[in-house]
C-alpha cells in the first residue's frame, strides 16, 4: 500500500514572529498586497498595528474587509475584483477561518473565471484551478480552525445557500505567522469556543478511520496542549505562553484532520447552518452526547484500537486509561469547565428540526471517517437525545 503525507506550510510562531515576518516581507517586496481583514480587528485597532508595521517597511498594502462571518462568493468576486483592479500580488489575511478562506477564495477567482460552482470540490472542481495561484500569507488571531494550515476554503454560494468548499493544494498559505500578541484581547468565551473546536479537530483525527501515524501523533500532542493550556487562556487572556501554545495546537489540529474528522463536525455543520450557533460551542455541546451514544449503543464496534485510543485521551484528561467508557463524561466536564453552556436546547434545538438536522449531518462528509459508522436514523436518535440532557 502507498501513502501520501503533507506537512508543507512554513510556521513562524511565537513572540516576534509577526515583526519578523514583515521585515521579511519588506526584503523580497513581493507585493502590492490585498490585505483581507476582519472588520472587527480594524474597529478594535489591531489591524492598524500591522498596517503601520508595514508602512514603515514601505509595503504597499490595500485593505479588503468587505465579508460576513461566513463568507459569500459575491464578497469573493468584490475581493478578487479589488485585488486586480489594485494590481496586487500577494495576499495577507488576518483573523479567524472567515478572512483566511477569503484570502484563499480571492486568489482562486483574481486568476481564474467562472462562478463559485464551477470550482466545487464536491464534484471535482479543483481540476478547474489551473492557472498560478498569488502567494497568500495568513496571520491567524484566533486558536480555533486551522485554517491558516489548510489547503481549502469554505464559501457560501448564493445561488443554492449552500456551502462550497473550493480546494487546491497551492491554496495553501506560504507562510503562517502565530504570534500570541494578536490574539490576547479575545474574550474568554470565544477563547473557550474556538479552543473546542481546536480541540474537536485534533481528538476526531486521533480517532478517525484510516493510516496515518504522523497525523496521530500531532494530534495527540495537540490534545494534551489544550488540557493543560485552553484553561489558563480562558481565564488569564493576556497568558502569552498560554495563548501561544493554544495557536500552535490549533494548526496541530487541521494538519492532523487532513487524515480526517468525525461524527462531531458532521453534527455541528448543520447547527451553525440552522441556529447560528458558533462553530465551535457547537462541537462543544455535541462533544459528550455524539461520544456518549456510541459508547451506550455501539460498543460491540469499538475495536481494540479504538478502545486504546478512547483510553489514551482519557489520560490526557487526567483519567485513567482503563476507564475508556469515561471519555464523555469527562471532555463534558472539561468544556464546562471553561464555562461554555452544552445545552442544546439553549442553543435552539427544537423537535420540529430532527428530520432536516439529521437529513444534513447524515449528508455531511465529516462522518465518513467516524471509525463506527453511522444511519440517518442513528444521527437521529443522538439529536433526540440531546433534547433530553
Ligand atoms: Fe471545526
Not at 510562531?13 to 490585505?35: C, M, N, R, T, W
Not at 459575491?74 to 495576499?91: D, M, P, R
Not at 483574481?110 to 479543483?126: F, I, M, Q, S
Not at 476554503?153 to 495553501?172: A, C, N
Request: aromatic fraction near 8%.
Amino acid at each position: 500500500m502507498m501513502n501520501q503525507f503533507s506537512f508543507p506550510t512554513r510556521i513562524w510562531h511565537g513572540e516576534g514572529s509577526l515583526q519578523a515576518f514583515v521585515e521579511y516581507l519588506g526584503e523580497i517586496k513581493d507585493g502590492p498586497y490585498l490585505f483581507v481583514v476582519d472588520k472587527g480587528l480594524l474597529e478594535i485597532g489591531l489591524a492598524q498595528e500591522v498596517i503601520e508595521l508595514c508602512a514603515k517597511f514601505e509595503l504597499e498594502l490595500q485593505v479588503f474587509s468587505e465579508f460576513s462571518g461566513n463568507p459569500k462568493e459575491s464578497e469573493v468576486l468584490a475581493g478578487a475584483g479589488a485585488f486586480k483592479s489594485t494590481q496586487a500580488k500577494a495576499l495577507i489575511s488576518m483573523g479567524g477561518g472567515s478572512a483566511m478562506d477569503m484570502a484563499k477564495a480571492i486568489g482562486v477567482f483574481a486568476t481564474h473565471d467562472g462562478d463559485l460552482l464551477d470550482y466545487d470540490d464536491a464534484k471535482g472542481g479543483d481540476k478547474n484551478i489551473t492557472n498560478p495561484l498569488p502567494i497568500n500569507y495568513a496571520i491567524p488571531t484566533t486558536a480555533g480552525t486551522g485554517s491558516e494550515v489548510g489547503r481549502s476554503s469554505v464559501i457560501v454560494s448564493e445561488k443554492t445557500g449552500r456551502k462550497v468548499i473550493v480546494f487546491h493544494p497551492d491554496m495553501l498559505p506560504a507562510i503562517a505567522v502565530l504570534d500570541p500578541t494578536l490574539s490576547q484581547g479575545l474574550p474568554a468565551g470565544l477563547s473557550a469556543a474556538t479552543g473546542i473546536d481546536a480541540f474537536t479537530h485534533n481528538l476526531e483525527a486521533y480517532l478517525a478511520k484510516g493510516y496515518h501515524p504522523m497525523a496521530d501523533a500531532i494530534a495527540c500532542e495537540g490534545m494534551r496542549m489544550i488540557v493543560e493550556y485552553l484553561p489558563r487562556a480562558v481565564e488569564r487572556g493576556q497568558d502569552l505562553e498560554a495563548r501561544s501554545a493554544m495557536l500552535l495546537a490549533a494548526s496541530m489540529g487541521a494538519t492532523a484532520f487532513q487524515k480526517g474528522l468525525g461524527l462531531v463536525h458532521s453534527l455541528a455543520h448543520p447547527m451553525s447552518t440552522h441556529y447560528g450557533t458558533h462553530h465551535g460551542l457547537a462541537n462543544a455541546i455535541l462533544l459528550e452526547p455524539v461520544l456518549g451514544w456510541q459508547v451506550r449503543h455501539r460498543v460491540d464496534d469499538f475495536s481494540l484500537d479504538l478502545k486504546f485510543r478512547y483510553g489514551q485521551v482519557v489520560g490526557f484528561l487526567g483519567g485513567q486509561a482503563s476507564d475508556w467508557q469515561g471519555l464523555p463524561e469527562l471532555l463534558g466536564d472539561f468544556v464546562r469547565s471553561l464555562g461554555l453552556n452544552t445545552s442544546l436546547v439553549a442553543a435552539g434545538l427544537g423537535r420540529d428540526d430532527l428530520a432536516s438536522l439529521s437529513a444534513e449531518a447524515f449528508a455531511d462528509g465529516c462522518h465518513r471517517s467516524n471509525p463506527i459508522a453511522v444511519t440517518q436514523g442513528e444521527i437521529s436518535a443522538i439529536f433526540e437525545h440531546c433534547l433530553s440532557v
